[in-house]
């Protein structure tokens, strides 16, 4: 499957955006996905996860109550509304999806098969 990201942009601190992850492939539906962010001279991070049915999300503290993760199968889609940006949110995001039968919602990068190319956020203050 290949993945592309995509709705990044510079905004101002409080300000609001929603990146879109879209897979190829008809096997979108049996793979669980996660966002991922890497700000520069840093390591990638968990942002959240989310079941391959879009129920039982999960993310990182720092974004809980400012990002929501969801997905639309039918459109092989997952998305990140991200609200009430800050400036340490500033980094590139990547979408992952994992293709183990277990639905692991892992917040490890090496437990996902498949990446996106990242697409850059950019808070200012």
């Known amino acids: 499957v290949q993945l592309q990201a995509s709705g990044g942009g510079l905004v101002q601190a409080g300000d609001s955006l929603r990146l879109s992850c879209a897979a190829s492939?008809?096997?979108?539906?049996?793979?669980?996905m996660g966002w991922f962010r890497q700000a520069p001279g840093k390591e990638r991070d968990f942002v959240a996860s989310?079941?391959?049915?879009?129920?039982?999300?999960r993310y990182t503290d720092s974004v809980k109550g400012r990002f929501t993760i969801s997905r639309d199968n039918a459109k092989n889609t997952i998305y990140l509304q991200m609200n009430m940006l800050k400036p340490e949110d500033t980094a590139v995001y990547y979408c992952?999806?994992?293709?183990?039968?277990?639905?692991?919602?892992?917040?490890?990068?090496?437990?996902?098969?498949?990446w996106g190319q990242g697409t850059l956020v950019t808070v200012s203050s």
């Open positions: 989310i079941s391959r049915s879009g129920s039982n999300p």
């Open positions: 992952a999806g994992d293709r183990s039968p277990i639905q692991r919602l892992s917040s490890v990068p090496r437990a996902y098969d498949y």
């Open positions: 492939g008809r096997t979108f539906s049996v793979y669980t």
